[in-house]
């Protein structure tokens, strides 16, 4: 049997990363997570390894830390990295936006540094839709222009692509995966999302609420110019953003350029409205959930949602879950946080 890739997975114990190490695992790599653990919970690490029943090395690392990452690659020898660690919020990010631009594109750029020295040539990054802004047409291509960027954190992904488009021509060959809107948990309720505080995603406030954790959800808006007023957006189970990770993996070896920065969009093309949204939520798990509507948020784009051929043709890629379950996964990991089940 042909050697698997020992894949490097930084900010392996968040909510995407730790799916994907189980796509990874689970498909026969070597993995390597490195976390600061600042934004997740070494029981995350646990449940990746329940679910899969597999070992793989994890170290307490941060990725602005150029001597731990630099012992990182002097003690294994990576075919590819995967690069999740970042901060995520936007809110926050307007806050803070020091913060968001050193941590942000520190760690890429330490990355990047290391991966020259050890000549580690592929990398996948996390990016997001936010880098397109509202787009002119819907659903949106890559090829659409990135659009003023609305907070920090979204100059930070529109940055970092255009450190990676770069970087490539220094043989350092790039995929870019921009999520949507990545909700659910793993389908065995051992993992999910973490959320800091008070959620700003639509999700995990719905979950909370439903909870008895938050009294009630406000939807942000009901006069936008969509079939039933509220927002539109593409919601991706976080299992299907994950399995991409490894198509990308196996995308990247194929290639034979030794540049190469590639840009796809990771969503399911289906607009789904906030009220749709929570409609389906309360369908499917039978929960009252307590809702009104508000006033719009400010900084939301009405509506966006993938065009995924590219991904579909160029990494063989396609949804496997759909709305409904992905919210049934959602609340089921909520259950087990709260000890509701
Ligand atoms: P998350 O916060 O759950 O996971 C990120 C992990 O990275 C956390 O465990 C955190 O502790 C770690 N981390 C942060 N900075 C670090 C550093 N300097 N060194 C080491 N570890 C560090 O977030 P997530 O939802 O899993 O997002 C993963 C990536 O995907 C991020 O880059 C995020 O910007 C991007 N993204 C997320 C979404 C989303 O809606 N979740 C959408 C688009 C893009
Ligand atoms: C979705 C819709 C809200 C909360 C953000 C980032 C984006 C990406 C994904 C990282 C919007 C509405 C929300 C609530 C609501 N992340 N809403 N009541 O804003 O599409 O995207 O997460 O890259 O960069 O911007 O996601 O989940 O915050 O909101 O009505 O309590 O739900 O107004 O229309 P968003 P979201």
């Known amino acids: 049997m042909k050697k698997k890739n020992h894949v490097l997975v930084t900010g392996g114990a968040g909510y995407i ?9 689970n498909a026969g790599y070597e993995v390597t997570a490195i976390d600061s653990l600042e934004r997740s919970e070494i029981r995350i690490v646990e449940g990746v390894k329940s679910i899969t029943g597999k070992e ?6 941060d990725c602005l830390d150029e001597s731990a990452m630099e012992q990182v690659f002097a003690t294994h020898r ?3 990295v995967i690069h999740f660690a970042a901060y995520k919020s936007v809110n926050e990010s307007v806050e803070k936006p020091l913060l968001y631009y050193k941590n942000n594109l520190g760690s890429l750029m330490v990355l ?3 991966m020259k020295r050890y000549q580690v040539r592929d990398l996948i990054f996390s990016s997001s839709c936010t880098v397109y802004g509202q787009p002119d047409q819907i659903p949106v291509d890559e090829s659409a222009p990135f659009k003023k960027a609305e907070s920090p954190y979204g100059a930070s992904k529109q940055l970092c692509e255009r450190i990676l488009e770069d970087v490539a021509t220094e043989g350092i060959r790039v995929v870019s995966l921009r999520y949507f809107n990545p909700i659910g948990a793993h389908p065995s309720g051992l993992i999910g999302e973490l959320p800091i505080g ?10 909370q609420t439903a909870a008895g954790v938050r009294q009630q959800l406000t939807v ?4 936008y110019n969509t079939t039933d007023g509220s ?3 593409d919601f991706i189970h976080v299992c299907d953003v994950a399995s991409a990770h490894v198509n990308a993996i196996d995308f990247l070896q194929e290639q034979k350029s030794a540049k190469l920065f590639e840009a796809f969009n990771l969503g399911t093309g289906v607009g789904v409205s906030v009220l749709e949204l929570v409609k389906k939520f309360i369908e499917v798990t039978g929960v009252n959930l307590n809702y009104k509507i508000g006033p719009r948020r400010p900084g939301d784009v009405e509506k966006v949602y993938a065009d995924p051929k590219k991904v579909m043709n160029g990494l063989k890629w396609k949804a496997k879950y759909d709305l409904g379950q992905s919210l049934q996964h959602a609340w089921q990991w909520e259950k ?3 000890g509701l089940v």
């Open 231 to 233: 927002c539109l957006r």
């Open 198 to 207: 008070v959620p700003n995603n639509l999700v995990p406030y719905v979950t």
């Open 17 to 25: 990363g730790a799916h994907t190490v189980i796509e990874l695992l």
């Open 78 to 80: 990576f075919d590819s």
């Open 56 to 61: 793989f090395g994890f170290h307490k690392v």
């Open 112 to 114: 990047l540094d290391a």
């Open 336 to 338: 087990k946080i709260r």
């Open 220 to 223: 942000f808006g009901n006069d």
